[in-house]
């Protein structure tokens, strides 16, 4: 948010604390508010058509299987039950970065959660070297790099193109059905790539189904006698892993 025009109708700036416009009425005194850049570490936007043409350049990192905030668009699950608000993760983020043309990198933690950098050393250092690399182009003005010294990727890379992270992903995605959901018995599961394992998790992190050594393209998960609620469903296949939220009433 970097316009008053978009704070909500329903933020009352009259209230203690929230006058002062974007810039407020507090910081440090002496230092400039002004942003370079944004770094968004497993985060998400109320709605990407906040972003607009000019807009600074980001760099986004989440995993795909992130289950406390979404990766692409979705809602957030309470762990009490019912749905937080629909929001825009981070792959959603990119993609509408990349359409309107702002400079932006992302870097997909493939088969990780959220935040995995806080737990694990290598995550931590890929997170420290993509973020120097993206940095460097806007405090030293050095070429733009997208990822660690090995791995460069092309920040202006066309989402649209057959081969682009965002097109291979909504590809991967779209050929995999899930239905009906909700449910209150059956849920059929159909892929063109073979599902090697099942698993299903509630809100609280609790593994409640699991099925291996499936190699199908076809199965179904039944309700039995879960609790009516929201789940998540993880489909592990041959090209890689689809997380799902689905729930049972």
Known sequence: MDNPSEIPDYIDTNQAGLGGGIEGLSGNIGYQSKITAVINIAGAL????????????????????????PYATDVIPSPLGGDVMKVDGSFSIHKRANNIGIENCFHTHFGAGHVPHTGNAIYTDTTIKVMANFMSSFVCNETLVCGTNDTLIDFSIDPNAPNSPVSIYESFVDRTKIYPNP???????????????????????????????????????????????????????????????????
Do not use: C
């Open 46 to 69: 109320r709605d990407t058509n906040w972003m607009n043409m000019g807009d600074l350049p980001i760099l986004s990192f989440h995993g795909d299987l992130d289950v406390t905030v």
């Open 183 to 249: 449910s209150s018995d059956i849920v059929n599961i159909e892929s063109d790539f073979a599902i090697q394992s099942i698993q299903l998790t509630n809100l609280l992190g609790e593994i409640v189904v699991l099925k291996s050594s499936l190699n199908l393209n076809k199965t179904q998960l039944s309700k039995n006698n879960l609790p009516n609620g929201v789940y998540i469903l993880t489909l592990n296949t041959v090209n890689g892993p689809i997380t799902k939220k689905i729930s049972f009433n």
